[in-house]
T-cell receptor
Framework: KAGVTQTPRYLIKTRGQQVTLSCSPI?????VSWYQQTPGQGLQFLFE???????NKGNFPGRFSGRQFSNSRSEMNVSTLELGDSALYLC????????????FGPGTRLTVL | AQTVTQSQPEMSVQEAETVTLSCTYD???????LFWYKQPPSRQMILVIR??????QNATENRFSVNFQKAAKSFSLKISDSQLGDAAMYFC??????????????FGKGTHLIIQP
């Protein structure tokens, strides 16, 4: 079974621009979660989608948004980029229950200049 | 809000020895799950072991085992017979059972494990 894929793997943007990151979950997985990893704040939960519905969102500004498509693929969007948005963005997919293992993708490294 | 604390930023162990990584958490919930994840230099997060809070028996996965002390809110990871491939960042994580999987993982800051050959 193919793992979680994320595209692109690396991205360089400038302040004020917007960016869209993509995540393709493992086949059959209906839940996709997004996390931001930075040296200062560590790993922080962004949001979780299940069957095209956002079920939960972490403590991030409205500039961070996402969506999930009918095939469970998910995108996250960051508008009006700030320097502090530079991070590794990780996507994880699972079957959806609390105990179900979250399988992580390799991440997208976003650099904001 | 739940918090997860890993008090050891870095640990070093000789190959083939045993090492224990510490984790404490704070929660008022009774239904939750605890995890240890490994993140090697490739940045790929890998689940090492998981524990349901309602289970008294400590989880074990081959060379990896946990010491789950619910009253003390402690969840340490023991790695036996350390191997060079175990070198990585290890993250302790908490997940609430309240919302059937909607809650994300709350991670600790991580422990960098170094394996000395």
């Amino acid at each position: 079974k193919a793992g979680v894929t994320q595209t692109p793997r690396y991205l360089i943007k400038t302040r004020g621009q917007q960016v869209t990151l993509s995540c393709s979950p493992i086949s059959g997985h209906r839940s996709v979660s997004w996390y931001q990893q930075t040296p200062g704040q560590g790993l922080q939960f962004l949001f979780e989608y299940f069957s095209e519905t956002q079920r939960n969102k972490g403590n991030f500004p409205g500039r961070f948004s996402g969506r999930q498509f009918s095939n469970s693929r998910s995108e996250m969007n960051v508008s009006t980029l700030e320097l502090g948005d530079s991070a590794l963005y990780l996507c994880a997919s699972s079957l959806g229950g609390t105990y179900n293992e979250q399988f992580f993708g390799p991440g997208t490294r976003l650099t904001v200049l | 809000a739940q918090t997860v604390t890993q008090s050891q930023p870095e640990m070093s162990v000789q190959e083939a020895e045993t090492v224990t990584l510490s984790c404490t958490y704070d929660t008022s919930e009774s239904d939750y799950y605890l995890f240890w994840y490994k993140q090697p230099p490739s940045r790929q997060m890998i689940l090492v072991i998981r524990q349901e809070a309602y289970k008294q028996q400590n989880a074990t996965e081959n060379r990896f085992s946990v010491n789950f002390q619910k009253a003390a809110k402690s969840f340490s990871l023991k790695i036996s017979d350390s191997q060079l491939g175990d070198a990585a960042m290890y993250f302790c994580a908490y997940r609430s059972g309240r919302r059937g999987g909607a809650d994300g993982l709350t991670f600790g800051k991580g422990t960098h494990l170094i394996i000395q050959p």
